[in-house]
């Protein structure tokens, strides 16, 4: 099993330049995530989805927008990218909010200079 | 948005010996969580606390619940190189109309040889 898969791995983008990360799980989970993790900030959601056709802002929203046209894709975008966006992305599903465990991918490392 | 404090920040441990972390909040969360980050990978979860005062093992990890469900630890006994990564905490709680789940800042092990 392939479980949380993130594309692109490596990424790097000039200031106002516009991308698009992708998730896919193949867990039919009904719940995926996006995450930022910063040295010593640990892991903030951005947004998240509860379902097919579903999106929700997390903590730290601003910057970016998401869509979940299938249950089993996921998508990051970025606009207009900053500096303060230069991060490592996670992408997370889990099969219902609350006491389900998150599974994570393997991260996107994004720079933009 | 709040983040869970988590200490040390960082250790630098001898293959053998034990190590022992510990996560607190100023509120009260309904589930307690630990997650391991190998390099270049992403969180897996290791123990899911779910009653306060509870105690978990999991292998040589051990894992507790405070009793006033604002904190909790994590052991793990004679340490080996692969233990080497950044262990996160994690706190859920139900707000009523959501679930939310908060991460530590996490704690970065080091194990020599």
């Known amino acids: 099993n392939a479980g949380v898969t993130q594309t692109p791995k490596f990424r790097v983008l000039k200031t106002g330049q516009s991308m698009t990360l992708l998730c896919a799980q193949d867990m039919n989970h009904e719940y995926m995530y996006w995450y930022r993790q910063d040295p010593g900030m640990g892991l903030r959601l951005i947004h998240y989805?509860?379902?097919?056709?579903?999106?929700a802002k997390g903590e730290v929203p601003d910057g970016y927008n998401v869509s979940r046209l299938k249950k089993q894709n996921f998508l990051l975008g970025l606009e207009s990218a900053a500096p303060s966006q230069t991060s490592v992305y996670f992408c997370?599903?889990?099969?219902?909010?609350?006491?389900?465990?998150?599974?994570f991918g393997n991260g996107t490392r994004l720079t933009v200079t | 948005g709040q983040q869970l404090n988590q200490s040390p920040q960082s250790m630098f441990i001898q293959e053998g010996e034990d190590v022992s972390m510990n996560c607190t909040s100023s509120s009260i969360f309904n589930t307690w969580l630990w997650y391991k980050q190998d390099p270049g990978e992403g969180p897996v979860l290791l123990i899911a606390?779910?009653?306060?005062?509870e105690l978990t093992s999991n292998g040589r990890l051990t894992a507790q619940f405070g009793i006033t469900r604002k904190d909790s630890f994590l052991n793990i006994s004679a340490s080996i190189p692969s233990d080497v990564g950044i262990y996160f905490c994690?706190?859920?709680?139900?707000?009523?109309?959501?679930?939310?789940?908060?991460f530590g800042t996490g704690t970065r092990l080091q194990v020599t040889l």
């Open positions: 994690a706190g859920h709680k139900y707000t009523g109309t959501a679930s939310k789940l908060t």
């Open positions: 997370a599903s889990s099969y219902w909010q609350g006491l389900s465990p998150l599974h």
């Open positions: 989805s509860v379902g097919e056709g579903t999106t």
């Open positions: 606390l779910y009653k306060a005062g």
